[in-house]
């Protein structure tokens, strides 16, 4: 399978300056084939083809004295602005069939120089390399110094280059993972376990562990609110307002970024430690326009949820994911009786059948384990439904012994 892995890029003044023109000529080529596509659509005309897109946009755009400036940036650049313009249509086409899982895509829409993320692709054919000193040698930009925060477990196919609302250039590396490497890696287990997510604890296990909830944006309100209010008091187009702009999503960088690391450091030890994982199926949209919206997306159940399962894919893990509408707190999980709904305030209660007292959090994850098909052994043989797709998300090696870097 396919992974990201992401470092901090760290350019001088130069550097910045030429990052820049990638970014915008890459933008223009984006912007000029969305165009070309309308142009057609609204004439009743054929779409254009790639090809033709490349040599119009691309090659022939070079020799004009508007378009003369193409030339300064990677070729390679400009021709993946057009198979991102070519994958955003195709998605959206797919979406409209009704072929394409998840929300509605909408159309391409022109990107901006003001947009909150600028990005490039270079691919193997650019001839970008890993200098023998760490660096990341970019055709037409340099060698841009690189934080190794980890190592490349295998050697990377593409890198892309973005520059994101706070200001911050990273490098996200494309690899294609080792099977026989990751089975080598992690243990064997025959452990089973449910998990209940809950806002009071972020997640109560079904053998009784309780991960306590770290609500990071909860804890930095303060800071947020302070630099939201000095950004609204900065007048608009002044260069006060752009740092007082960055001071604010850089503060929203810095918890997203806590909160990604909890997920990841987490995820990988329940998949360490078990075989097999339950959990429940959550709403997370619907829960999200309720008065508890604030806590739902600080707590990031969706992020988490996709991270193990990538990973359980990745590591030869089982991940079952059972139905909301399971009744996982109104069962005992001593007896099975089913008692009716409870009010939210209510975390203890004794079940009428067996007279046993239980916990509403860890009642609800036994019941997840249970609903899962976990409660029989999973080795050698198959739990649930099976094996779920892979995510498409930026991986995480916490835990795992490092490996020689990958040049």
């Known amino acids: 399978m396919q992974l990201r892995y992401s470092f901090r890029l760290y350019p001088d003044t130069g550097q910045r300056t030429a990052l820049a023109q990638a970014f915008g000529c890459a933008r223009i080529v984006f912007n000029d084939a969305v165009r070309a596509r309308e142009d057609a659509r609204r004439a009743g005309a054929a779409f254009p083809t790639a090809g ?63 947009d909150n993320r600028q990005s490039i692709r270079f691919t193997a054919n650019a001839r970008w390399s890993i200098t023998g000193s760490g660096r990341l040698n970019l055709p037409k930009i340099g060698a841009v110094k690189v934080e190794w925060s980890r190592t490349l477990p295998t050697a990377p196919s593409s890198v892309t280059v973005i520059k994101d609302a706070a200001g911050r250039y990273v490098a996200s590396f494309v690899i294609d993972t080792d099977p026989a490497a990751d089975a080598h890696r992690m243990p064997d287990s025959d452990q089973m376990v449910g998990i209940d997510l809950g806002l009071t604890h972020f997640a109560v296990l079904s053998d009784g562990r309780v991960i306590d909830s770290p609500r990071f944006l909860r804890r930095a309100e303060k800071k947020l609110k302070k630099a939201q209010r000095d950004l609204s008091r900065k007048q608009k187009g002044s260069k006060n307002r ?77 991940l079952v994911k059972i139905s909301r509408f399971e009744p996982t707190s109104q069962t005992c999980s001593t007896c099975g009786v089913k008692d009716g709904p409870k009010p939210l305030h209510i975390r203890e209660w004794t079940c009428p059948a067996c007279g046993t007292d239980r916990d509403r959090d860890h009642n609800a994850a036994k019941n997840v384990k249970t609903a899962a098909g976990l409660a029989v052994a999973a080795c050698g043989a198959q739990v649930g439904p099976g094996l779920v797709p892979a995510q498409r998300d930026e991986a995480g090696s916490h835990g795992f012994s490092p490996g020689p870097r990958a040049a």
């Open 52 to 114: 033709e897109l490349s040599r119009k946009l691309i090659t022939e755009a070079k020799r004009t004295v508007e378009r003369a400036w193409l030339g300064k940036v990677s070729s390679v650049v400009l021709q993946q602005a057009l198979r991102d313009a070519e994958a955003a249509y195709r998605n959206f086409f797919a979406s409209l069939k009704g072929e394409r899982k998840g929300a509605k895509t909408g159309a391409p829409r022109f990107k901006s120089r003001k």
């Open 242 to 318: 752009e740092k007082a702009r960055l001071k604010v999503a850089r503060a929203h960088a810095q918890v997203a970024d806590a909160r990604r690391e909890f997920h990841h450091q987490l995820s990988t030890k329940l998949i360490r430690e078990n075989q097999a994982i339950g959990v429940e199926d959550l709403a997370v949209k619907g829960l999200a326009r309720t008065r508890l919206a604030k806590s739902v997306q600080d707590a990031g159940w969706a992020q988490f949820v996709a991270m193990l399962e990538y990973k359980a894919v990745r590591y030869g893990r089982t």
